[in-house]
């Protein structure tokens, strides 16, 4: 068996113009203003109601005259703040229930859209991305181990290996600023800290700096 939240009265100061806007609405819509309430308030997440406008509490001269119906007062005419009286659960806070209120006005006159979203979907949609993720990442791999220089057997003895092993054609007379950018992009793949590191590779492209007479070091700077 289920019971039913306690509810409670709130009293929503607002503008004339907002108060008989919402009430008008309801009216439209065969209701009272705390069904528009709840009907925002209990079908979307407190984040997207708190990302609407407050319109707040009415200007100091917005105010209306009622007449007092008990008390040592009674029967003389009282000037207020405009309001709303909505009965909802308890645990609201006067700007939550006006935020829902404008939203529901936001909707009638369609300057708001709602998107629903499948939860399930989210959790397809995310492993997708994932997979995705992950076969970019082999792709690139794949790429990276075609495009790395194939070790010498013999190591780096001469300018033409020196060459080789930095990806420059044998007949290449490259600058020196060529080499060191060369080596820094080379070292950062094949130094052996890094996800695709190469013992052998970050030394033979170190013994070709040497032979380039160039400082060799995986740090170069």
């Known amino acids: 068996m289920t019971t039913s939240a306690r509810k409670i009265s709130y009293t929503i100061p607002c503008s004339t113009e907002f108060r008989d806007r919402v009430t008008a609405l309801a009216d439209t819509r065969r209701c009272n203003v705390a069904d528009l309430a709840r009907s ?17 509490d009415p200007d100091p001269t917005d105010r209306e005259t009622t007449i007092l119906k008990s008390g040592p007062s009674e029967g003389r005419p009282w000037r207020r703040k405009p309001r709303l009286q909505v009965r909802l659960p308890a645990g609201y806070e006067v700007p939550e229930v006006r935020r829902a209120l404008n939203l529901a006005l936001y909707l009638s006159r369609n300057e708001r859209d ?7 979907q989210e959790k397809i949609e995310k492993q997708s991305a ?29 300018r033409t290996d020196a060459l080789h092993v930095l990806g420059f054609a044998p007949a290449k007379i490259p600058r ?30 170190n013994a070709a700096m040497e032979i380039l007479n160039l400082k060799a070091s995986s740090h170069l700077s």
């Open 114 to 120: 709602i998107y629903v979203t499948d939860p399930d």
């Open 176 to 205: 020196r600023d060529e080499v060191r950018a060369r080596f820094r992009i080379l070292a950062t793949v094949h130094h052996p800290d890094s996800n695709y590191g190469d013992h052998q590779r970050m030394s033979q492209l």
């Open 130 to 158: 994932d997979k995705d993720a992950r076969d970019e990442i082999e792709r690139l791999r794949a790429i990276i181990s075609v495009l790395s220089f194939e070790p010498l057997s013999g190591g780096v003895k001469s």
């Open 40 to 56: 925002v308030l209990f079908l979307l997440p407190k984040a997207k109601v708190g990302g609407v406008p407050d319109p707040g």
